[in-house]
């Protein structure tokens, strides 16, 4: 498997393989729930599989504590016109309960923040839904602000489809 190292002991991050499928379709269910959305989960095995492992659409890393998995992380790179330069998307970052307040989630963010960095990223964005005030304040303490001034749009695939038969 391959690790990536953290500063806490018994914390590790390690990079997926198409073997984990089922266990990154169950994190996306336990963060569904935990942001009361489990019933907007459309996901499958076969499309967590083509989009992650085939198309390589984006990168998920499992995050485990003495070997157990408690979590995970899933980014994507995007690019910003104004900037001219590439971005980092912050899909998904989950750990569970049991595990928060112990400075795994400041150590993940350190991690991407590298990651980001290394592939000369200029930005690291991410939603948060309005009502999740504890992680509103955990992001607000590792600097990041609140794009107030922006609302965000989205199409569905329906949509996208009548849409494209105009």
Do not use: H, Q
Request: aromatic share 14%.
């Amino acid at each position: 498997m391959n690790y990536i190292n953290t500063k806490i002991d018994g914390f590790k991050l390690r990079k997926t393989e198409v073997e984990d499928t089922s266990l990154i379709l169950e994190l996306i269910k336990e963060i569904a729930t935990y942001e009361k959305m489990l019933d907007e989960v459309v996901a499958t095995e076969e499309s967590i599989r083509d989009s992650i492992f085939n198309r390589k659409e984006a990168e998920v890393l499992i995050a485990e504590f003495n070997g157990e998995t408690i979590g995970y992380v899933l980014y994507f790179f995007n690019y910003s016109t104004f900037i001219g330069k590439a971005g980092f998307y912050l899909e998904d970052i989950y750990i569970k309960p049991e595990y928060r307040g112990r400075g795994i989630g400041k150590e993940i963010f350190r991690i991407i923040a590298n990651i980001a960095y290394e592939k000369e990223c200029e930005r690291m964005e991410w939603s948060c839904l309005n009502w999740n005030t504890p992680s509103i304040k955990f992001y607000k303490s590792l600097g990041a602000v609140s794009m107030s001034e922006w609302t965000v749009y989205r199409l569905t695939r329906e949509k996208i489809k009548e849409l494209a038969a105009k």
